[in-house]
Structure formats: C-alpha cells, structure tokens
Nanobody, 124 residues
C-alpha cells in the first residue's frame, strides 16, 4: 500500500522561503510521475508542479513559475518543493501526489495516490 507523507508546511511572512518534502513508502517501484498540488479554502485543487521519474522532466503551474522548484530522489523516494519569495496568495494546503503513469500530468485525476497535505500560510 503506497503511502505519501508531506512535511515542512508552516506559517511564514511574505517574501520568505520554505521547503516542503514528501516521503513515499510501500510499493514505490510502480510509481512514476510525482507532483504537488495545492488547495485554498473555497477554491479548486490547483496544479503546482510535477516531475517525471525517468528523465526528471519538470513542469510548473503558471502561478508558481520562477519561484518554486520541484525535485525528487528516486533512491530515497522523496519529492521536494522549494518555494521562494512566498506571497499571501500561496497560502494553501499542499498535497503530494504520485502516479503509476510516466509523463507530464497536470490533472488531479491522473494521480492514484495522495498524501494528507501540509499547511502553508503566508502572512502579509
């Protein structure tokens, strides 16, 4: 049974940096693309970034391009999200997701496994 556990979320001030991590366990050999999504209260789940397993191809959501960086360690089966120049609009519950499919995957429905999320709050 695949489990994803996020960590690193906290309350920070605007302009700060934060690093989120996601640890995958249990049956991870079948996992390929991994991604980050976020959801703010009253809003739909939003694609943040994803990274493929074999070639490390990365894609970012328009709202985070240039100030977030996604990375992964295939040996440790971890996924990280480095967030710089945080803004109040980055406030959300951030989810780690993993797919059994390799490729650029922007839709939540493309991912079979999800963590419970880690809260990021950016104060102005």
């Amino acid at each position: 049974q695949v489990q994803l556990v996020e960590s690193g979320g906290e309350l920070v001030q605007a302009g700060a940096s934060l690093r989120l991590s996601c640890a995958a366990s249990g049956g991870t050999a079948g996992l390929f693309t991994m991604g980050w999504f976020r959801q703010a209260p009253g809003k739909e789940r939003e694609f943040v970034a994803c990274i493929t397993k074999l070639y490390g191809n990365r894609v970012y959501g328009d709202s985070v391009k240039g100030h977030f960086t996604v990375s992964r360690d295939n040996y440790k089966m971890t996924l990280d999200l480095e967030m710089n120049s945080l803004k109040p609009e980055d406030t959300a519950l951030y989810y780690c997701a993993a797919s059994e499919t390799e490729g650029i995957l922007r839709r939540p429905s493309s991912y079979e496994y999800w963590g419970k999320g880690t809260q990021v709050t950016v104060s102005s």
